[in-house]
C-alpha cells in the first residue's frame, strides 16, 4: 500500500540525479546532492559537493551528476 504522507504530489518534484552535469554559480556554494526540489525518497543521502572556487568541478560519488563550477 502507498503511504500517502509521502507519495502524494510526488510530480511537483524533479526526477532525483536526472541530469549528469549540473553548472553552479560561486553564489550557490556549498551545494549538495541532490539537489534543492528533487525528490529524496528514492533518492541517495545528502552529502557536499567539494567544488574548488577557481573554476573547478566536482563528481557526486553516489550518482555521478558532474556538478560545474561557471567562470
Known sequence: MVNPDTAANQNAFNQPNAKTAIEVKSEDLPIHCPVAGS??????????????????????????????LLG
Do not use: D, M, Q
Not at 572556487?53 to 560519488?61: D, H, I, L, Q, V
Open 39 to 68: 525528490s529524496l525518497w528514492n533518492s541517495h543521502p545528502r552529502i557536499y559537493i567539494p567544488v574548488n572556487e577557481n573554476g573547478g568541478e566536482a563528481k557526486c560519488p553516489y550518482c555521478g551528476t558532474i556538478f560545474k
